[in-house]
């Protein structure tokens, strides 16, 4: 296996009295592409945002190619950049398609408009995009907009490369999206994985059956607060563990409270 990228370990987040996450160990090693799946309500979103640097944990550890993060990511500099495309593409409605993929350039950067243009306009083309930055995000279909949210998380600024992210997080990326746009959007995380050769971890959220086959390496299933099984996707299609049973055929009947 391959080096320990991201590693969290016992970690513990409660919202008042519910607590998501229970002593969570995880770990995304390099180059691979983690599957998280759950029901809804379990804590994926919670634990991507705890990844991300977004959210502190109440309890645990989190590392970061081996170097541990102390409190949230504004606060520290992690030793790579992590960059998170949340559930909805989360867009500026009343920004353009390059203000949105721009905009941490265009607020942060001293970076010439000009150049954060062909930054920006690299990664549309990256995205299967080409061409659309002066389009606003209600003149585009969803997957669409995914799309652009991809591109948003993957710009960064090119004087500082320890920025550039070397681990996405994807949350529910083809949610609300039909089969075909699905595929594409699919197709096109497995592309953004390796560019120029590298490898780059990824994890992903999602309940489409689909999604998971096609996107990850490897499989967690959080439910409860706890990870409850992990393995290969040929292990996911094969095992008897009833929690995944339930969940992959979406029976009602099983350990999965149904709320
Ligand atoms: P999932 O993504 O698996 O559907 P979430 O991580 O979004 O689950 O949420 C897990 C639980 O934590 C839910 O019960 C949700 O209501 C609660 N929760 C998430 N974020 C917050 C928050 N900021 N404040 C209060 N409760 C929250
Ligand atoms: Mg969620």
């Not at 990664?123 to 209600?138: A, E, F, Q, T």
């Not at 120029?196 to 999604?211: M, P």
Request: hydrophobic fraction near 35%; aromatic fraction near 6%.
């Amino acid at each position: 296996m391959n080096e320990p990228l991201i590693e969290l370990k016992g970690v513990s987040k409660s919202f008042g009295d519910n607590k998501v996450l229970d002593n969570v160990d995880l770990t995304i090693y390099q180059g691979e592409a983690l599957g998280i799946i759950g029901p809804s309500g379990t804590g994926k979103s919670t634990i991507l945002r705890v990844i991300a640097g977004l959210t502190a944990p109440d309890a645990g550890e989190i590392y970061v190619q081996g170097v541990r993060r102390e409190g949230l990511i504004e606060d520290g500099a992690d030793p790579v950049g992590i960059g998170m495309v949340f559930q909805q593409a989360a867009l500026f409605d009343s920004l353009t398609v390059e203000q949105n993929v721009g905009f941490l350039l265009y607020q942060y950067s001293k970076i010439p408009r000009s150049r954060i243009r062909e930054l920006v306009n690299e990664k549309l083309d990256m995205v299967g995009l080409s061409g659309i930055g002066s389009r606003y995000p209600s003149e585009l279909s969803g997957g669409m907009r995914k799309r652009v949210s991809f591109a948003r998380a993957v710009v960064s600024n090119p004087d500082k490369p320890q920025d550039a992210p070397a681990v996405l997080l994807y949350d529910e990326p083809t949610a609300g999206l039909d089969p075909i746009a699905s595929t594409v959007i699919e197709d096109l995380i497995r592309q953004l994985q390796c560019t120029q050769g590298v490898c780059a971890s990824y994890a992903i959220v999602t309940h489409q059956e689909s999604t998971i086959r096609r996107t990850a390496d490897r499989v967690i299933f959080l439910y409860q607060g706890k990870v409850q099984w992990q393995g290969s996707i040929d292990e996911l299609e094969k095992t008897e563990h009833p929690l995944i049973k339930q969940f992959l055929s979406g029976s009602v009947h099983g350990p999965i409270h149904v709320g």
